[in-house]
Every structure is written in C-alpha cells, then in structure tokens.
C-alpha cells in the first residue's frame, strides 16, 4: 500500500498545480494521524499538532498511539523523511486542517445528547493568529450542522480577513481498520463557503485523493456526514429490531436475513449486541438535537440500538439464572468479545464493554475473551483455548475471526449467539 500510494495511483492533481506547500494538521487522532501521514507521503510538509503531549512525543520518535494497520509504515516513513513532525501549537502554513474531536454531553436520562464543539473551536481560535490571505482552512470533524459558519466567523472575530482565505468542510469517511486504503480511494464531499473555496479545496484534496472529489455547499456537506451514519444506524436498528421479533416468535433470524436478502432490492444488514464506536452511535444525536420533532426514525433507531444492548444483558441472566435452576450451580459464563466491532481492538462506546461490564457489576461471575486486547482492569480475560475449556454458557458479543475456528468445540456449550458468528 505505501508504495502503491506513490507509483500505482494516478492522483489528477500534483502538490506544484496548487502552490501548498505546508500543511498544518490539528488533531492527530484516528483521522488527523493517517491524513497527517498520507499528506507527508505526497510530498506536503507536515506540522501536525495535538494538545497531548504523550501523542506529539509517540509521533515525533516515528511511533504511533492509534492501531490502524499500516498506519506504522506511513507514520514512520513521514517522520524519516523530515517531512512530518508533531508539535503541541500551530504555525503558519498554507493549509489548515482540523480533526479534532466532537462529543456529545450525554446529559441526564431520557435527554437528547448534545454536541460538543468545544475541540473545534479552541482548535480554530489557535491557528487563528496565524491564518493569513491564501490560506485553507478545512474542518474535517464530524460536526453539527452550521460548525463551518460559526467557525467562519469565529476566525472573522479573531481578526482572520474571511474574504482573503478559503474555507470549506470535507468530512473523513473512512471504515476504521481500512483506513489507508479508503482515505486515498473513497469519494469525498467538498462543501465550501463560496465557489472559491470549493473550487480550491477540491484541487487540494485531488492531490492525495483518487476517489471522485463531489462538491456542495459547506451545510449540505456537514448533513452529508451525519446522513450516511445515520442511515447505517436505522438499517441495522432494523436488524437489531428483527431479531427481538424473531427471538419471540422462535425463527432463526440469521437465516430469515439470509434468505430475505435473496431478494434483488432487499439488504438487511446484521443485528448484534448494539452498535458502537464513537461515529454510527454518536453521529444520529447531531441531527435529533437538532431538529427533535422531525428527526423521528433517526432518534427511534438511536433508541432501538441502545435497547438492544439491555435485551441481550437480561436475555444472559435469564439464561444464567435458568441454568442455575436446573443444574444446581452457578454455570461457567465466558463473554466472547468486548471490542465494539470484529476484528479490532477498539473499545470506544463498545456495547460488548457495557454488557459485560453489566454483568459484572450486578454480580455475575463471568471471564472474557477479547483475541485482540492483553488486559483490561477489572475483567478476567482468557484465551478462546481456555473459554473452550472453561465455559458452560458462551455469551457470543463480537463475531471476531478467531471465533469462527471452533465452532465444534462451541457447539457443545449453551451458545448465545448475539453476533450470527456460529451462522
Ligand atoms: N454493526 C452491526 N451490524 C452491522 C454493521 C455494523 O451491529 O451489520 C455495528 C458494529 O458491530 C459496530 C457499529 O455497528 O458496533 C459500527 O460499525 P461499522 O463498521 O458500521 O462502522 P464504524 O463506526 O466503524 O465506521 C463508520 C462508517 N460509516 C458508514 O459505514 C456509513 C465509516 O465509513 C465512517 O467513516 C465512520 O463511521 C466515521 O468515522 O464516521
């Protein structure tokens, strides 16, 4: 791939056809990382700035803080070549990119969550001093709608001659565990504050970017972002909805979907234990708080997704508790999975994490086994060797590869299969 970047791809603009030199990147996590190291690797140098100090020191000794794969072989290369390096304040450059995070307050039960643009907006007024006529400025961060107005005009406050500089929103798109691959390939949406700064903004990202580079305005863009999570959040609330139906009525789901997905026009995606990560789970809220009345599937989804996490946990006592009642003793329980999706070590709002988590916190005795992560506090982790060996009742959260080897073994156990790993 790092070399494919360089000798394979055919890029419709090169860095000389638009007189940027100099990147500035703020915020070198999940995003601004593999978009620092990229950019660094087309030639840009790169001054990538994070408020962690930890971050700037793992960065700058070639090293990275994220597991992405083959981010290491880009980062490092970048570092090497003198053309990426981390710092913990901005400095002049030709371009602005920011890809800070956006949370959201979760707030009291049953209230909306609300986004959190504070990241963005120190992050804007830190490169402010240092914007001058020419420049860039791009917001990359999953952001409310308008973020790229109020951002406008906190540069405009901040003493930033708006009229000299372009601005636009270009929200990131990538599937976390195939990042390499779909920052250079995916299609990207401009959306600028006028037609200079589209026009300019797109040259730009066609510079390191093969996919289409499709423009609109900067509100249309930032909807853009928070419409295609939020269409996967409903297609798989529908899932996640079908199988509750299907567990009442005693169908198997996976093979119900399988079968309905014959069908030319139908795709019904995978029901699980919840959705997780911080974008399919977070993204939806933008629009609710929003536009509340309106936004009625987006929220109720919101809502299915979150409950099934909860059907699963009581659906895990009951079985517990039945096998219990029926053998005498407490059954060996082993959670299968804590990561939020297969096949990757992360645990951002994972809802197997929260599940067991659950489990435990209401006295449940239980082990876990996640192939992907060493230890995590407060949680017995075993190998699938051991669970194998070890347990009475599967508890299926997360259909990671290493799972699907022994289903054999499996298939002596009670299997809960939250996650079709087994179909
Ligand atoms: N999930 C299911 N059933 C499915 C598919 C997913 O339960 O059929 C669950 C996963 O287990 C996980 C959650 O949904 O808990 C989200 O996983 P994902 O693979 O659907 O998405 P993310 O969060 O890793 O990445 C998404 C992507 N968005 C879309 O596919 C529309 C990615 O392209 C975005 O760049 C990313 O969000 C982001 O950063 O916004």
Redesign the pocket.
Known sequence: MFDKLNKHYHFSNSKKDIEVNTVCVMGLG??GLPTAAILANRGYNVYGVDTNESVVKVINKGEIHIVEPDLDVFVRAAVDSGRLQAYLEPAAADVFIISVPTPFYKGQEGEIPKPNIEYVISAVRSIAPYVKSGNIVILES?SPVGTTEILTKELKAQGVDIDSIFVAYC???????NMMI?LVENDRIVGGINVESVEKVKKFYETFVVGEVLTTDSKTAEMC?LV??S???V??AF??ELSMICDDLDINVWELIRLANHHPRVNI?????????????V?PWFIVDKVPARAQIIKKARDI?NYKSEWVIEKTKNTILEFKIKNGENPNVVCMGLA???DIDDLRE??ALSITKALLEDGFVLKACEPNIESIEGIDLISVDEAVEFADIFVML?GHKEFRLNIQQIHAKIVLDF?GVNV
């Open positions: 999940y995003i999953t929200p990131e798109r990538v599937l976390p565990g779909e972002k295609e999570n269409s996967r959040d297609q798989i899932a996640n995606l995978n029901p699980g234990c919840g959705v997780g990560g911080h974008c399919i789970a993204d997704n939020f999706k297969p994972s809802p997360v996650c």
